[in-house]
């Protein structure tokens, strides 16, 4: 389990990044912002997020130009370029070209491509330790002390999703439907968060649709295009509990599972004041990703406000 001290300097070095993104950026600066020397900081930025800063800081410039470029009537790519800090047209197409496959201009005619899978970490910090939003830290249960447990609040919020017809799993979701609905999701610029995998409780699901499904979540008063053959459904505030496994390497994909979820039905939540909740929202899933853990959420409530 990582470092309270370590995964908060992360994430104000990722904040800042965020915050100064079509600005020039050092090293020195994310090492001040993190609290710790050059070498450290970006020692442990790599350790967390699986790039060094440099290499993070370009793909979230050339994913910020893609959606600008996707969004922009008739986008000028170098003024595109300037705005993300590439010197020069051609080095901005050649980065580009790189990171996605596709020239950005090709890109810009064609509004977009589904294809390509655009860098966008920053959600990744809601499951992190919060400094706002309402998150709480929980002390860990002693049976599974490698696993990172705290809760959060999700506000009111919509969201776009694809049903199945039977599937219970992501495995037997991709056979249903097939495996392009993330890449679609990914698209999505309105998102509060990176897509999910869920599991609907009763109340939100429709006759003869799945149990498990894919989707996004936007703000509540979201009303832009709903991907062909997606819908969008409202999701009521709830306190969701975040488990967070340990990193792993992808030959213990499956153990990484399966070793949360033995910890997530053994925990007792009544020990820190809640109590499971899960006709209040879906239970998720996050993309497994070895270098930040697999990570699991379930809807909870406080005891004292126990109806």
């Not at 950026?25 to 001040?32: F, G, S």
């Not at 010197?87 to 580009?96: C, D, I, L, V, W």
């Not at 959600?123 to 705290?150: H, S």
Request: glycine fraction near 8%; hydrophobic fraction near 35%.
């Amino acid at each position: 389990m990582e470092s309270r001290d370590k995964v908060l300097a992360v994430q104000r070095m990722q904040d800042f990044i965020e915050e100064h993104i079509n600005e020039p950026i050092t090293l020195k600066m994310l090492a001040e912002v993190a609290r710790y020397s050059p070498w450290h900081a970006g020692r442990i930025f790599k350790e967390l997020t699986g790039k060094t800063p440099f290499a993070y800081i370009r793909a979230r410039r050339l994913t910020q130009a893609a959606l600008q470029l996707q969004a922009s009537e008739k986008p000028k790519i170098i003024d595109v370029a300037f705005d993300f800090v590439f010197g020069s047209h051609e080095g901005f197409t050649r980065a580009f070209s790189r990171e996605f496959g596709v020239s950005p201009r090709r890109f810009a005619r064609e509004k977009g491509n589904p294809g390509i899978k655009l860098f966008m970490p920053d959600r990744f910090r809601d499951y992190y330790l919060k400094l706002q939003g309402g998150a709480e830290e929980m002390p860990n249960n002693a049976n599974i002390n490698t696993v990172f447990v705290q809760v959060v609040d999700r506000p009111a919020r919509k969201v776009i999703l694809k049903r199945g017809v039977k599937a219970t799993h992501y495995f037997e979701y991709c056979e249903e439907v097939g495996c392009e609905v993330w890449e679609v999701l990914t698209g999505i610029k309105e998102a509060l968060y990176e897509p999910i995998g869920m599991w609907l409780p009763e109340k939100f699901r429709r006759p003869g649709t799945s149990e498990y499904v894919q989707g996004v979540e936007v703000p509540v008063d979201y009303n832009g295009d709903i991907p062909a053959g997606f819908e969008i459904m409202e999701l009521p505030p709830c306190k969701m509990m975040v488990f967070q496994g340990p990193p792993y390497t992808d030959e213990d994909y499956e153990k990484a599972i399966d070793d949360l979820r033995a910890a997530m039905k053994s925990y007792n939540p009544e020990l820190y004041g809640f109590y499971w909740a899960d006709e209040d929202g879906p239970r998720f899933q996050m993309a497994p990703m070895g270098y930040r853990g697999y990570i699991e959420a379930r809807p909870v409530r406080q005891l004292n406000i126990k109806e």
